[in-house]
């Protein structure tokens, strides 16, 4: 997980590694499919860009790599250093890394970037030449019923909609053909849909992940979140009150060649 990069001070998203450990650690706990695409080999020097708290950093160390992380979060990175982990405080959009990697990894990260050209061309140069760049993140379709909610009830009122969803969420052939522009050949990409449990519900989903469209409301915020999650309960609830997010996941291999 890393920072947003929204410019508009008022639409800029912010983390405290407390209330990310309490209430998004499932964001690590579901990355498995991803960490073995990667497939660490012992010894290799790998990337973790957006690293966040170094819940999956830790893992990929563990497995025997190399590993670097690098995330926009100050909260999240002191996290990661009580860890023990080699981090870095950087912008995913101004990687300034040359030739170094064998690989660079990314989970639910890579949709908080919105300009993933930028980006990409700094995974390109980060990497050695046969190295691959392993992602997983929010493709197209992702809470699509969440952001929905909250850009109808923005509209009702009268507030800025267009602070219900900031991310990048592409469809596969838009990012195979944004991996191709430096040169990248796409080994495997596809959408993967992923109900995911909310155990601690919807309303702290939208405080953790969307703060900046509920503050626009000042006062009336606690009002706003009741109205989203009123529209969301027939399509995202269950009769016992459980709540489940309509995550669709993007996951890729490329490669940059030899
Ligand atoms: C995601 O991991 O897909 C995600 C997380 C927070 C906000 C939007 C998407």
């Known amino acids: 997980m890393t920072t947003a990069t929204d410019t508009a001070p008022q639409s800029r998203q912010t983390w405290s590694a407390d ?3 309490t209430h998004a650690r499932f964001v690590a706990d579901l990355a498995g499919a991803v960490v073995d ?5 012992p010894g290799e020097r790998i990337l973790d860009l957006g690293c966040g ?33 080699d981090v870095e405080e950087g912008d995913g959009h101004e990687l300034s890394f040359d030739n170094e990697f064998d690989a660079v ?11 993933p ?7 390109w140069r980060a990497l050695k030449p046969g190295g691959r760049f392993v992602a997983e993140f929010g493709g197209h379709g992702n809470v699509a019923a969440i ?3 909250m850009r109808a009830v923005g509209m009702m009122r009268g507030g800025d909609e267009t602070l219900a969803g900031p991310w990048f969420f592409p469809s596969p052939e838009v990012f195979a053909d944004m991996l191709a522009a430096p040169g990248f050949g796409v080994k495997r990409i596809g959408l993967f849909p992923r109900p995911t ?5 919807m309303k702290v989903w939208l405080k953790v992940f969307r703060k900046p469209f509920f503050e626009q409301f000042g006062d009336d915020m606690e009002n706003v979140l009741q109205e989203v999650e009123d529209l969301l309960r027939p399509c995202l609830c269950d009769a ?3 709540w489940t997010a309509d995550y669709v996941r993007l996951r890729v291999e490329a490669v940059k060649p030899a």
């Open 105 to 115: 990894f990314s989970n639910a990260a890579l949709h908080w970037m919105n300009q």
């Open 117 to 123: 050209e930028k980006v990409i061309d700094g995974v």
């Open 37 to 41: 695409w990667l497939a660490v080999k």
């Open 19 to 21: 209330s990310y450990s």
């Open 147 to 149: 952001v929905t909610a």
């Open 53 to 85: 708290d170094g819940a999956l950093t830790r893992k990929i160390a563990d497995a025997g790599a190399i590993v670097k992380g690098v995330d926009k979060s100050p909260d999240l990175l002191a996290a990661a250093v009580a860890l023990s982990l």
């Open 240 to 242: 016992r009150g459980n």
């Open 197 to 201: 449990p909310l155990k601690t519900g």
